[in-house]
């Protein structure tokens, strides 16, 4: 039995546009209609209008693709413009000195929204890119944000079965409260492997006005660097992010 069709039509946009996601970034017009539950010629008229608007695109084989509109009103996001905009100058520093993959995230519930990331076509490959979203618990920038929120969150996440992706995943609460307690203490951890097994960052806290943490700042390199150099590297960065959106000086 196919999903019910909204009965909104706000209900039905939001449900067309739910099809796309990173591992589908493109879908014809049936796809559509079947993926969303809606009949086809109900897909064909909002799909028109959403084209119009400038949400989707079509491409020249016939699929269809986010369009840029939304991108522009995503990047208006309030935990995310004015982030970046204070983000960007440390950011392109932290990239100068490394020339490797520099990234920036927010946390949305238990995942790592990644907002920005500034890499070279030498770096080691990286599956993030802006909009990309990781489980806290296995990526540098989540787990000093993890570290760093609210009790109901960290509890919340402990509950919650944790994803495996390598054989360095972080996959046991007790694992997991160990890593937090190490990240509160030393402010700032190294996460070695747990995406892919090539790689390790370097992540740091970014504090907003209120003191609380806004972002992580990290910087991922192969899994064989020598990442003692990167460390106090990082921190300055997540420092004066933290400083260019009035951290209050004592979590500086």
Sequence with gaps: MGTSEPRSITGRVFTLLGVFSESRPTATLSELSRSAGLPLSTTHRLVGELIHWGALERDPGGGYHIGLRLWELGALSPGSFGLREAAMPFLEDLYEVTHENV????????????????????????????????????????????????????????????????????????????????????????????????????????????????????????????VRLLVPAVRAAARGISRALGAPRCVR
Excluded: C, K, W
């Excluded at 920005?116 to 489980?135: D, F, K, M, Q, Y």
């Excluded at 990526?139 to 109901?152: K, Y």
């Excluded at 919340?156 to 190490?182: D, N």
């Design 103 to 226: 990234q920036l995230a927010v946390r949305d519930g238990l995942e790592a929204v990644y907002v920005e990331r500034i890499s070279a076509h030498h770096a080691v490959n990286v599956v993030t890119r802006p909009g990309t979203r990781l489980p806290l618990h296995a990526t540098g920038v989540g787990l000093v944000m993890l570290a760093n929120a609210s009790r109901a969150v960290q509890e919340h996440a402990l509950a919650t079965p944790l994803r495996r992706f390598t054989s360095r995943t972080i996959s046991t609460p007790a694992g997991l409260r160990r890593v937090l307690a190490a990240v509160r203490r030393d402010g700032y951890v190294v996460s070695v492997g747990q995406i892919e097994l090539i790689t390790q960052s370097v992540a740091a806290p970014v504090h907003g006005q209120d003191g609380e943490v806004a972002a992580g700042l990290s910087v991922v390199v192969p899994v064989d660097a020598d």
